[in-house]
């Protein structure tokens, strides 16, 4: 692994060879990106390392792209999902053609969205029971704009959860309390956004890790850090600003 | 995507691009298993570096005060009528007056669009013919690449001629209006019954399917937001899986900020229109060519298929010029030299000059 990706490794707490592959139980990770530049890569990163032979099982429910889309980029990434997929390491949702009445049946959506909920349920205990050595859980969600109440309460198992939104749907004050609750909840809060000056082809954008503070042995910590990042086919370029000639 | 059949090879000796995969007339092969359709205007087909992208949901922002948008719609529609397969929607009366509209290939194309068996000597000459074509109307920098695929990918249109009434009879030319719908459902229905035509069928179904929706979310169609938003999402999936892509045209400015965010992250590609003023005199001063232009053409996003790799123009603002006034040509915006004297009105802003990033050098 090159040095530049353990940037981003090392700002989500992944550096750490303890807790090799995956991320460390009960995180979240909370992905915001924007129109002009889209944080997937930080997603494809994630479940490559949770899927990494020290990793754990990966629940992939994809909202925005059919399997053959993730297929590629990960195999590109050095991370062939048929395969996972066939050793139980990964369970993949295909969400995209979830389908919900128009006629605003809140009955009907809640229906969907509890049979959904219950299939996200069944696949982790189902999981769980079967092998104890299956190491956690991640549950990935791209993205969750598409679907906006389902994340909510799949937190309670020994899981971490990665989630993929939209930021810049939430400007006004309409829907502010979903994303307010996410951004309680989340751990790491990873944003891309574009860069000011516009995008150039070797800086793709600027994405900021925060990590939410806590306070250990009575310090309290806080961290943001900042980076800029350049997406290839093979993996992200993470390097601090200025810091590349 | 489709592997390679032994037997389309041996029965279909005709094809001169016999090389490829067999692909859908009018579909070019991209790299990581893309595929893409002519949006009617090769300069934009080059811009978003291939064509639109088979599996996508492109859109078009409109510019409240010009209709712009519908010269783009009209050669993505004039396109699909010639390879046959459209749906097209529209919030009007009579939807398919507006095909009467559409541009007509230029004159010598006129014969070749009939599609059918061919004999391969016949191709072989269309294809030259077409490259000779089309050396006289564009540089010769790309004759190369579309020598092959010209024949089939894109038609030049003339925007003076309407198209040919009797292409416009023929079947899998579907046109409903939206006003007739009192919710977005019986859309949807018909969307998806149209592309299931394609999937059912196997390779004699022809062509790669395009659905055309103007002005989506029109005032007069009553649409709540999250129903629109929710076709969008549905049709966004169909499509996905099928051999098809939807343009959708919406005026951007009667959604509300989140929900515009919202529409504008279902777009795979997403695209904007823009008329200029005639008499912007800053503009003018600013770029060269202003008198030529119609209208401005701004690019958000490029479809972002089995990659993650973001694409990245050298430049998102284009001008939208009518060449010999027939034919609509995409321009990379140039600066005007900065003369002496006018000299502070380089640092005044003019609408667009934040997002100029084009050299000044003219080719």
């Known amino acids: 692994m090159n040095q530049t990706s353990n940037l981003l490794d090392e700002a989500l707490g992944l550096g750490d060879p303890c807790c090799a592959g995956a991320l460390s139980p009960e995180r979240i990770v909370l992905i915001e990106d924007c129109v002009e530049t889209s944080g997937a890569f930080v997603l494809h990163h994630l479940v490559k390392r949770a899927l990494s032979p020290v990793g754990g099982v990966v629940l992939f429910l994809a909202l925005a792209h059919p399997f053959t889309h993730y297929d590629r980029i990960l195999k590109k990434l050095g991370c062939n999902l048929s395969i996972q997929k066939d050793n139980n390491r990964l369970y993949f949702l295909d969400m995209l053609g979830i389908e919900f009445p128009d006629e605003m049946q809140w009955d009907a959506i809640e229906d969907g969205l509890v049979k959904m909920y219950s299939k996200i349920q069944g696949a982790i205990e189902g999981c769980s029971s079967s092998d104890q050595s299956c190491g956690h859980i991640s549950i990935v969600i791209d993205d969750l704009s598409i679907l906006e109440i389902a994340a909510r309460g799949s937190v309670n198992h020994d899981c971490s959860l990665v989630i993929l939104n939209h930021e810049d749907i939430y400007q006004d004050k309409e829907a502010p309390k979903l994303l307010s609750h996410l951004l309680y909840l989340a751990h790491f809060i990873v944003k891309a956004e574009p860069l000011v000056t516009g995008l150039a082809v070797d800086v793709h954008g600027q994405l900021t890790i925060l990590k939410k503070g806590n306070i250990q042995n009575n310090i309290y910590t806080e961290r943001a850090r900042n980076f800029h990042f350049q997406v290839k086919e093979n993996g992200v370029e993470l390097f601090l600003p200025g810091s590349r000639c | ?363």
Request: net charge positive; charged share 20%.
């Open chain 2, 1 to 363: 995507m489709r592997a390679g059949r032994p037997s389309s090879f041996c029965r279909n000796q005709s094809t001169v691009i016999a090389s490829a995969p067999p692909l859908l007339p009018g579909v070019k092969p991209g790299a990581g298993g893309k595929a893409f359709i002519s949006s009617g205007i090769r300069d934009l087909d080059r811009i978003l570096g291939g064509g639109f992208l088979l599996g996508s949901v492109v859109m078009v922002m409109e510019d409240a005060e010009a209709p712009h948008h519908l010269l783009l719609l009209r050669n993505f529609m004039a396109q699909g009528v010639v390879h046959r397969q459209l749906l097209f929607a529209a919030p009007a009366e009579e939807p398919r007056t507006f095909l009467g509209t559409l541009p007509a290939p230029v004159v010598a194309f006129k014969e070749d669009r009939q599609r059918g068996p061919r004999s391969d000597h016949d191709g072989q000459e269309q294809s030259l013919r077409i490259a000779w074509q089309y050396k006289k109307y564009f540089g010769e920098q790309q004759a190369s690449e579309t020598y092959k695929d010209a024949k089939e990918f894109s038609t030049d249109f003339d925007l003076r001629k309407s198209l040919d009434r009797r292409m416009l009879s023929l079947q899998n030319i579907d046109c409903v209006s939206l006003l007739k719908f009192s919710t977005i459902a019986p859309l949807r229905e018909l969307c998806s019954s149209f592309l299931s035509k394609l999937t059912g069928n196997d390779v004699s179904v022809g062509c790669a399917a395009r659905i055309a929706i103007l002005s989506l979310c029109a005032p007069q169609c009553r649409y709540s937001d999250w129903d629109m938003i929710s076709f969008v999402r549905t049709l966004r999936a169909m499509i996905r899986s099928c051999k098809a892509v939807a343009v959708i045209t919406f005026p951007s400015s009667v959604l509300s900020p989140s929900f515009l965010k919202r529409w504008q992250h279902l777009a795979d590609t997403l695209l904007s229109v823009r008329s200029v003023a005639d008499d912007d005199e800053n503009l003018a001063k600013l770029l060269t060519g202003y008198q030529d232009m119609v209208g401005l053409l701004h690019v958000h996003k490029v479809a972002q298929v089995n990659t993650q790799v973001p694409v990245i123009l050298e430049a998102n603002t284009f001008s939208l010029k009518l060449h010999r006034r027939r034919s609509l040509v995409l321009e990379r915006l140039n600066q005007a030299p900065v003369d002496g004297s006018s000299g502070t009105s380089y640092g005044t802003s003019g609408p667009c000059s934040a997002s100029t990033k084009s050299s000044s050098i003219d080719f």
